[in-house]
């Protein structure tokens, strides 16, 4: 009797799946699609470079104006 309402149950189950619409791929990394980084506390480092400066395990190294990670 069990079997048959697992497998009961696996059939009502199956009938609520969703398949999705439509397929979606991952697209190589375009470095270009993401030049518009902004300064909003007017320090010279973009939002870029700030997180790269708060996320690093190592000491940053920044380019000669300071402004941006090298």
Known sequence: MRSAVFAFALVLLAGCVQ??????TATAYDRNAFSDWVDTDDDCQNTRAEMLIKASTKPVELRPSGCTVD
């Open 19 to 24: 398949t999705p619409s439509r397929v979606i």
